[in-house]
């Protein structure tokens, strides 16, 4: 589990997170949801540790992540698996080199043991006999597949991922959400998904965090979203058509 208690972070004298908290559990797909511009990635970093936050403090069950010393901070980053937004792999290195990478940075494994797991881990994420292409050769799914198997490889006990499925089209998005959420249930790993999509808000929201104006505004998941009295939210939940007409037919 990880737990943020009042986080504040400011950007040039403007307060971009205003004092956040919340508790993402284990082996749930938790999402931080929220209008463009509105904090999310700013908080992921600053969970993630690649922000430092002016206030407040990050457990990483139970360990303050914040105040931790340099072993510690070490220690938790190894359990770290993040995919970034855009996907980020290494245009110069193929799908192998990519996903091996972690484990060339943090383990001393063997270049046998480390061949196991990556192609463990890119069969677990349905891609096989592609080891040897180009990042500039595979779709944009795909992609993200490799930058989901990357972000697992090292036995990873938390998940982040920064707007998923950004780029792709509705029903690979929904494939690689479900692929995050099964992999998060079957590894038993604590994620944290940012998004502005109402597609995986409704897919894959076990737990759900939306922020607006650096605010925590609303908590819940996606079986009662629809059903709070949140002005903010509402207005960005039924912000398309189509959820508008579900409005009316409930
Ligand atoms: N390193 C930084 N320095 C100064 N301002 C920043 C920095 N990073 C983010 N900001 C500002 O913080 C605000 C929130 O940005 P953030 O990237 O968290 O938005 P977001 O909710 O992730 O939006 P999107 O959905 O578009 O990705 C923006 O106004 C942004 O300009
Ligand atoms: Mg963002």
Redesign the pocket.
């Known amino acids: 589990m990880i737990e943020i208690q009042d986080i504040k972070k400011t950007?040039?004298g403007?307060p971009?997170l205003k004092g956040i908290s919340g508790k993402f559990e284990k082996g749930r797909t938790n999402l931080i949801i929220?209008?463009?511009?509105?904090?999310?990635?700013?908080?992921l970093k600053c969970i993630v540790g690649l922000?430092k936050p002016d206030e407040g403090h990050v457990y990483y069950d139970g360990r303050d992540f914040t105040d931790a010393d340099r072993n510690l901070k070490i220690e938790i980053r190894r359990e770290i698996g993040m995919l970034f937004?855009g996907g980020a792999l290494f245009d110069s290195k193929n799908v192998e080199q990519n996903v091996i990478f972690p484990l060339d940075m943090l383990t001393d494994m063997s270049k046998e043991e480390k061949l196991d797991r990556v192609n463990f881990c890119l069969k677990r994420v349905g891609l096989e006999n592609v080891n040897k292409k180009m990042p500039s050769e595979i779709s944009g799914g795909m992609k993200k597949r490799v930058g989901i198997a990357r972000a697992i490889v090292n036995n990873s006990k938390y998940l982040f991922c920064d707007?998923p499925n950004s780029g792709l089209d509705p029903q690979t998005a929904i494939v690689i959400d479900n692929l995050i959420k099964e992999i998060t249930e079957e590894f038993d790993i604590t994620t944290i998904v940012?998004t502005?999509d109402m597609n995986s808000v409704m897919e894959i929201g076990d737990y759900i965090m939306f922020?607006y104006e650096g605010h925590k505004v609303w908590e819940g998941n996606d079986s009662n979203i629809t059903e709070s009295n949140v002005k903010e939210l509402n207005d960005f939940v039924f912000a398309n058509k189509l959820m508008r007409t579900i409005r009316k037919e409930v």
């Open positions: 950007f040039d403007k971009i929220g209008a463009s511009g509105t904090g999310k990635s700013v908080l922000i937004q707007e940012v502005h922020l």
